[in-house]
């Protein structure tokens, strides 16, 4: 079965500094999709960035990176200069094969300090 | 603002009681998501539809139901209603459904439900 697994269930990060929320996933299925989403205390949940299995490259938007590495499957999510209204959870989540649904990880509460 | 809009906002309500929780999908998608989201259990996809048909089933229970209608919108139906229903429900809607991995799901602003 596929699972989602965020280690870190909080976080904190220096105004201005960059920080990686890590993910790791299980899944046996060659073709897959990673995203990241962000749920600020208001509660909605932002779509921020997304990695195909089969990327040769690093997904980018704006400041958000995804660092993945396949071997190890891990789907890290850097965040480059920290502003403060980058405070809130952040959820990794897997797109199995054909057909089938998503799975959140239990997500990692940043914290951005001035 | 991601497009996908979620009716009401807000739902208070008593244990027994029934209510309907309303989603409208971003222009053009065909599919639409539920999901529970409560403290203790994380994120929980409940259902799936494409196009008016029921496409999967998550972790639902068989006191709540869904449909989507001829203009795509959803409800979800909340019956019996518990204590253990409280939670924030969202609703997501994807453009297409291949199917496929790369489909991103976008969500709506969720309704907060609380059951006393």
């Known amino acids: 079965a596929q699972k989602i697994t965020q280690t870190q269930p909080g976080m904190f990060v220096q105004e201005k500094e960059a920080v990686t929320l890590d993910c790791t996933y299980d899944t046996s299925d060659p073709s897959y999709g990673l995203f990241w989403y962000k749920q600020p205390s208001s509660g909605e949940m932002i779509f921020l960035i997304y990695?195909?299995?089969?990327?040769?490259q690093n997904a980018t938007e704006g400041r958000y990176s995804l660092n993945f590495q396949k071997a190890r499957k891990s789907a890290n999510l850097v965040i480059s200069a920290s502003q403060l209204g980058d405070s809130a959870m952040y959820f990794c989540?897997?797109?199995?094969?054909?057909?089938?649904?998503?799975?959140f990880g239990p997500g990692t509460r940043l914290s951005v300090l001035p | 603002d991601s497009g996908v809009t979620q009716t009401p906002k807000h739902l208070i309500t008593a244990t027994g009681q029934r209510v309907t929780l309303r989603c409208s999908p971003r222009s053009g998608d065909l599919s639409v998501y539920w999901y529970q989201q409560s403290l203790d259990q994380g994120l929980q996809f409940l259902i799936q539809y494409y196009n008016g048909e029921e496409r999967a089933k998550g972790n639902i229970l068989e006191r709540f139901s869904a449909q989507q209608f001829p203009d795509l919108h959803s409800e979800l139906n909340l019956s019996s209603l518990e204590l253990g229903d409280s939670a924030l429900y969202f609703c997501?809607?994807?453009?297409?459904?291949?199917?496929?991995?790369?489909?991103?799901?976008?969500f709506g602003p969720g309704t907060r439900l609380l059951v006393l």
């Open positions: 990695q195909g299995s089969y990327d040769q």
């Open positions: 997501a809607s994807s453009p297409r459904t291949s199917g496929g991995p790369e489909e991103t799901q976008y």
């Open positions: 989540a897997m797109s199995p094969a054909y057909g089938q649904n998503f799975v």
